[in-house]
């Protein structure tokens, strides 16, 4: 594969990865009654030893972020190889 399509890939998993992560959907439960709270509530506790917090990754906005980056970058390669094309076509 083109060395150049190898490092869009690894950019685009990149920014998945990092994009479901920062837009996780945590759920915070109290440990004992099962009760669930929103993430702001669990943010303002002052002790949060009686809560439990499910890790939820986000992979919708991971798939995305992932695409997103592959299109934009598909199109950019595609632009920067075709104004390539013009220049050595005159020199």
């Given at each position: 594969m083109n060395k150049r399509y190898?490092?869009?890939l690894g950019l685009?998993?990149?920014i998945a990865v990092g994009t479901g992560y920062?837009?996780?959907q945590n759920r915070y439960f109290h440990t004992t009654t099962g009760e669930e709270?929103?993430?702001a509530v669990y943010q303002n506790l002052e002790t949060k030893e009686k809560w439990r917090v499910e890790?939820?990754?986000n992979y919708e906005a991971g798939?995305?972020?992932g695409i997103a980056t592959l299109g934009i970058?598909?199109?950019l390669l595609g632009v920067l190889s075709k104004s390539r094309k013009k220049v050595s076509r005159v020199s």
């Open positions: 190898d490092i869009l685009a998993l990149l920062f837009f996780n709270i929103s993430a890790w939820n990754f798939l995305t972020a970058g598909l199109v």
